[in-house]
């Protein structure tokens, strides 16, 4: 399947990476830096050639899915002298087919090295039992996401996806850290074309049904609902959940996350996140929507 190949190339790549490499790689033509290699940084030329020949062999294992994920003509560029930090390839945004794809290849990695092969062959099959369905070719990204959710949700319990989506949070490119960790999240979203907006009711300590209040190991969650405007991932009865507690998950790893549905017209959720011992995870892929 897939996502072993994809998890194989990926720890490859890892392995030639150095944090203080002068060479890099990029998109000849936008500048852009490609999909897994992202920001990591190689040690001489010869080595960055190979990662470029890597970065192209884990891109066409991702078209064998998606045709329409973008061709990027990659190649090595050495980093200045006076600086060490790779030049920005434009405004900080993300393609949402980029996002889409680097966040599903990181959950088949997960799946294919976490144990959980079969459940990695359902998602394949609803997602290419159902793909010829659609008519605009851009939507197939948010399809496979769709697809991904629904079936990982019926298959996997609450906690088997927390450790999957913890595996895959892990094996996305490290982000710098903010002030808030679910604004970081949803600023990523909205900075792939996900949503056009969002907002956050004022956050509020719920406690902890689960225990007394006294035991120190189950601290009080920190409760927010969230809005979302233009959400690409809300359709029907549920709203995907699937990203946003990836993005959470990069941001906080190892935190107990528990998402819930709202009442209202909007897309949106309820999400509780918490440092503590035991987690009760729940709605990590989606909830039900309006």
Known sequence: MVGRTLAEIHERLQTLATPNGPYYLACARTGDRPTPSGDRRYPDRATAATAADLVDAYRDELRTYDPRLPHYDVIVRELPADTDVPPAAGPPTTDRTEFCHEVAAAVFESLSGGGF?????????????????VTDPDDLCLLLLRSMGAVLDETLDAHEQEVVLNRAAGRLDTVRLGDDALDDALDALARAGLLT?????????????????????????????VRLDGYALSEGNHVL??????????????????FSPIAGPAAGFRVAVADRARHEPCGLLRVPGR
């Not at 079969?118 to 793909?131: I, K, S």
């Not at 959940?241 to 528990?258: F, H, K, S, W, Y």
């Open 117 to 133: 092969r079969d459940a990695e062959r359902a998602v394949m099959d609803a997602y290419l039992g159902t793909a010829e369905t």
């Open 197 to 225: 907006d969002y907002h956050i009711d004022a956050p509020r300590p719920t406690g902890d049904a689960s225990g007394p209040p006294e035991d120190a190991s189950r601290p009080a969650a920190t409760d927010h609902v």
């Open 241 to 258: 959940t699937l990203p946003v507690a990836v993005e959470l998950l990069r941001r906080r790893p190892g935190v107990d996350v528990q």
